[in-house]
């Protein structure tokens, strides 16, 4: 499965933010991260379509919508029209992800389901065959520049293990504390997409610190 890296954009400089998302577009990354975040689901706000808008607008590259809002199903859609290519809900956020993965698949996104770290794998087994990833979080969501949990290896391995059963083309992402120096036991746990936010923005040559990321 193709390795990618997904830098998030809630770690860039949102004065310079076209010259962050441009740095993105030059560099080995194949997608673009953009955390919603509703001050609900999560005990903090980043941002919403207007932001998003400008994204796509300055960069080709796969445009990867992680929404951490409350009943994403109002949503969905509009994301994918304001320019997601991967729509990534909640589990623990909505009462139909069944409604919500039939929305985006509508919508003509790709679809995906996250789940936080206290919540179980198999919870994941009964939409497993209708999704095409899952979004694993090895820190609570809501924050940029947390520490890696380090129980989110086994996670990996468990649900790579449940997917080659169900899903075997499934994409596994994971997201926070990712830098080159967990990349590596990440990717051989199972995942093949690593979100990173401060270990690229933060780094002095970010591009280096992608491509660093994307060998270890
Ligand atoms: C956290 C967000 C992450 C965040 C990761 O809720 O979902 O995408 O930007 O940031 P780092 O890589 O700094 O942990
Ligand atoms: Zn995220």
């Given at each position: 499965?193709?390795r990618?890296?997904?830098?998030?954009?809630?770690?860039?400089?949102?004065?310079?933010?076209?010259?962050?998302?441009?740095?993105?577009?030059?560099?080995?990354?194949d997608?673009?991260?953009?955390?919603?975040?509703?001050?609900?689901?999560?005990?903090?706000?980043?941002f919403?379509?207007p932001v998003?808008?400008a994204?796509?607008?300055?960069?080709t590259?796969?445009?990867?919508?992680?929404l951490?809002?409350?009943?994403p199903?109002?949503?969905?859609a509009?994301f994918a029209h304001?320019g997601?290519?991967?729509?990534?809900?909640?589990?623990?956020a909505?009462?139909?992800?069944?409604?919500?993965?039939?929305?985006?698949?509508?919508?003509?996104?790709?679809?995906?389901?996250?789940?936080?770290?206290?919540t179980?794998?198999?919870?994941?087994?009964p939409?497993?065959?209708?999704?095409?990833?899952?979004?694993?979080?090895?820190?609570?969501?809501?924050?940029g520049?947390?520490q890696?949990?380090?129980?989110?290896?086994?996670?990996?391995?468990?649900?790579?293990r449940?997917a080659?059963?169900?899903n075997?083309?499934?994409?596994?992402e994971?997201?926070g504390g990712i830098?080159?120096?967990?990349a590596?036991?990440l990717?051989e746990?199972g995942?093949?997409?690593?979100?990173?936010?401060?270990s690229?923005?933060k780094?002095?040559?970010?591009?280096?610190?992608?491509?660093?990321?994307?060998?270890?």
């Open positions: 499965m193709k990618i890296i997904a830098p998030s954009v809630l770690a860039a400089d949102f004065g310079h933010l076209e010259r962050d998302v441009r740095m993105v577009d030059r560099s080995a990354a997608w673009v991260h953009v955390d919603v975040m509703d001050g609900l689901f999560v005990p903090n706000i980043s919403g379509f998003l808008k994204i796509r607008r300055a960069t590259k796969l445009v990867d919508v992680h951490m809002i409350v009943d199903e109002r949503y969905v509009r304001d997601a290519d991967w729509v990534t809900f909640h589990l623990e909505t009462h139909d992800a069944e409604h919500c993965i039939h929305l985006i698949r509508e919508s003509g996104a790709k679809v995906g389901v996250s789940i936080k770290p206290k179980a794998v198999e919870t994941l087994r939409i497993l065959q209708e999704v095409d990833m899952v979004l694993i979080m090895s820190v609570e969501p809501g924050f520049g947390q890696f949990i380090p129980e989110s290896l086994d996670r990996i391995r468990e649900l790579r449940m080659e059963e169900l075997p083309t499934l994409q596994i994971v997201d830098s080159k120096e967990n590596g036991a990717f746990a995942a093949n997409v690593l979100v990173a936010g401060s690229v923005f780094a002095e040559d970010p591009e280096l610190e992608i491509k660093q990321m994307l060998e270890a």
